[in-house]
């Protein structure tokens, strides 16, 4: 599997996807380079440019890969709707943006409790594949939610195997 932006087959090729995308964040967020950020997340930077080859770019030959603003690439992520978490599959890095953002404004809610890092999310909403999701802004929602541990995830990535994204 060499293409670029290739759809992983497998729980392996999924793991190494979402690592990919992981990678691409950091050089988003931290301006580094590939190789420099694939060092730092552990990850081959051909399997980097595997999975998320559309996304990167290098002005020269000799020259190392750099992070292009935004993508296209499709990427399921955990989303919180008032019946639990959700599978969404969004396809652009500036909407999955959003989607961290909130979550990590959930978590800060639920560890620390304040309630502000949730409320600039209010009225706000997403379309993924035609369907229109608003942000879960209630914090009597979002408490019973992860009283019921239903807001227990291990990352923002919901891994997808063998499907076409």
Same mark, same amino acid.
């Given at each position: 599997?060499?293409?670029?932006?290739?759809?992983?087959?497998?729980?392996?090729?999924?793991? +190494?996807?979402?690592? =990919?995308?992981?990678?691409?964040?950091?050089?988003?967020? /931290?301006?580094?380079?590939?190789?420099?950020?694939?060092? #730092?997340?552990?990850?081959?930077?051909?399997?980097?440019?595997?999975?998320? $080859?559309?996304?990167?770019?290098?002005?020269?030959? +000799?020259?190392?890969?750099?992070? #292009?603003?935004?993508?296209?690439?499709?990427?399921? &992520?955990?989303?919180?709707?008032?019946?639990?978490?959700?599978?969404?599959?969004?396809?652009?890095?500036?909407? =999955?943006?959003?989607?961290? %953002?909130?979550?990590?404004?959930?978590?800060?809610?639920?560890?620390?409790? +304040?309630?502000?890092? @949730? /409320? $600039?999310?209010? $009225?706000?909403?997403?379309?993924?594949?035609?369907?229109?999701? /608003?942000?879960?802004? +209630? #914090?009597? #929602?979002?408490?019973? &939610? %992860?009283?019921?541990? @239903?807001?227990?995830?291990?990352? &923002?990535?919901?891994?997808?195997?063998? %499907?076409? &994204?």
């Amino acid at each position: 599997m060499s293409r670029r932006n290739a759809i992983p087959r497998n729980q392996y090729e999924a793991q +190494d996807r979402e690592r =990919a995308l992981a990678t691409l964040a950091r050089m988003r967020r /931290e301006r580094l380079t590939l190789s420099a950020a694939a060092k #730092t997340e552990g990850i081959d930077p051909r399997t980097v440019l595997r999975y998320v $080859g559309s996304a990167l770019y290098r002005r020269g030959r +000799d020259q190392d890969y750099r992070a #292009t603003g935004y993508d296209r690439n499709p990427r399921t &992520l955990h989303f919180i709707t008032t019946q639990g978490i959700v599978p969404v599959t969004v396809h652009d890095s500036r909407t =999955a943006s959003v989607i961290a %953002a909130y979550m990590n404004a959930v978590r800060t809610f639920i560890y620390r409790g +304040d309630s502000s890092a @949730v /409320e $600039g999310f209010k $009225g706000e909403s997403f379309q993924a594949s035609g369907v229109t999701y /608003e942000f879960v802004t +209630d #914090t009597d #929602t979002l408490t019973r &939610l %992860a009283d019921a541990g @239903v807001l227990a995830m291990e990352g &923002l990535y919901h891994a997808v195997q063998g %499907a076409k &994204l």
